[in-house]
């Protein structure tokens, strides 16, 4: 939660100052481009972890920390995504951290932006919290 927090300020200070500077540019209705974690689908500034090999099936797409896939759901199709990774993509500019228990526990695995692969024998199906540093 600590790093959801240190973020956030940080994503908005970005919103406003692009609506600030459409506002001085006098531009009407300008859009912001915004990752929208956990609607199934890898936006910009998201780290994604998927449910089949090769980056397929279910995609459980994040923006912010998460301490426990135990709580989560895969967006679109439901049901728990705990141990469930085969492959991920970090489409973020930060590097993720992954852990095979909730809370950082158990063996930690880094991503680094712009990767893409399937999941080592170490973390196949067994990812169950992932961190972003900023
Ligand atoms: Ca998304």
Same mark, same amino acid.
């Given at each position: 939660?600590?790093?959801?927090?240190?973020?956030?300020?940080?994503?908005?200070?970005?919103?406003?100052?692009?609506?600030?500077?459409?506002?001085?540019?006098?531009?009407?209705?300008?859009?912001?481009? %915004? $990752?929208?974690? /956990?609607?199934?689908? +890898?936006?910009?500034?998201? *780290?994604?972890?998927? #449910?089949? &090999?090769?980056? %397929? $099936?279910?995609? /459980?797409?994040?923006? +912010?920390?998460?301490?426990? *896939?135990?709580?989560? #759901?895969? &967006?679109?199709?439901?049901?728990?995504?705990?141990?469930?990774?085969?492959?991920?993509?970090?489409?973020?500019?930060?590097?993720?951290?992954?852990?095979?228990?909730?809370?950082?526990?158990?063996?930690?695995?880094?991503?680094?932006?712009?990767?893409?692969?399937?999941?080592?024998?170490?973390?196949?199906?067994?990812?169950?919290?992932?961190?972003?540093?900023?």
């Amino acid at each position: 939660m600590l790093a959801n927090r240190h973020r956030l300020p940080h994503r908005l200070i970005t919103a406003l100052l692009a609506l600030a500077t459409a506002a001085v540019l006098g531009l009407t209705g300008a859009a912001t481009a %915004t $990752a929208t974690e /956990l609607n199934g689908t +890898t936006d910009n500034g998201e *780290f994604s972890l998927y #449910s089949g &090999p090769d980056t %397929t $099936a279910m995609v /459980l797409d994040l923006y +912010t920390s998460k301490d426990n *896939f135990g709580y989560l #759901s895969w &967006p679109v199709y439901g049901g728990n995504p705990n141990d469930r990774n085969e492959s991920y993509w970090n489409n973020d500019s930060y590097t993720w951290h992954v852990y095979t228990d909730a809370n950082r526990g158990g063996r930690h695995g880094w991503v680094s932006p712009g990767v893409m692969s399937n999941a080592s024998s170490t973390f196949r199906r067994q990812v169950s919290s992932a961190y972003y540093t900023g």
